[in-house]
DNA sequence: CGAATATATGTCAGATACGACATACTCGTC
DNA sequence: GACGAGTATGTCGTATCTGACATATATTCG
């Protein structure tokens, strides 16, 4: 289990609420918050390879420069609806999404 | 353009806001849209492949009828994060929940 | 170092999604 | 046609998400 995950994933808010132990996710919350975390991943690989700031892609989205901040942190408070519809209106295709959220990007 | 699937958009109740044509989309609105169609086509078939009541599928989610009927129908109160974790709930994998957006099923 | 630019974090009011309930429809079987 | 089981639709109070703003922390360059 790669640290560098674990940290993130504490940074980024999560508890789901009763599970008493540290970080102790079923294997679905787990899931679901990887396939978040990829797409976060993803998202800010192709701002980057663009050379966009995120107050650039912020614009192009009408959102702000911090929900960007926070969409690439895949924080607590951004639903997956938003990274989907933030890549798709970046120009990934529906494709590149599925691959992403299958680990076959 | 496949009659039906125009059918099931203006019947979830979908309108993006201002443009004033009959379900005009952008493109990304569209595969958006499209996108949460397959999800929740792809529930249903989970669904009637192992024989459940949506009732019985409710209770596995910790859910209603009434919102396990709307998951299906990819009504405009559903997102694609409730879709994707009762998915995840319900058995399936994140590859094969990349498929089914990538339209790879 | 100090200024400029980029990114991260905290908070909040308004918007949207949530489960729940009531109720309406559909389709078998009698 | 009347019943029952399953599914769909409408509404509501609460919870969560969203963009915006303020502010803090990098990072780069002179």
Redesign the interface.
């Known amino acids: 289990m790669d640290t560098t995950k674990t940290d993130r994933l504490k940074a980024a808010g999560w508890r789901t609420g009763d599970a008493a132990d540290f970080l102790g996710l079923s294997p679905?919350e787990a899931?679901?918050v990887?396939?978040k975390l990829a797409l976060a991943d993803y998202l800010r690989d192709v701002r980057v390879s663009h050379g966009w700031t995120q107050t650039h892609v912020a614009r192009l989205l009408g959102s702000s420069q911090s929900r960007v901040a926070k969409m690439e942190a895949a924080d607590s408070s951004v639903?997956?609806?938003l990274l989907?519809?933030a890549l798709?209106?970046l120009g990934a295709?529906?494709?590149?999404?599925?691959?992403?959220?299958?680990?076959?990007a």
Chains 1, 2 share one sequence.
């Open positions: 679905e899931a679901f990887e396939l639903s997956i609806d989907v519809k798709l209106t295709s529906r494709e590149q999404v599925g691959r992403v959220i299958a680990r076959a």
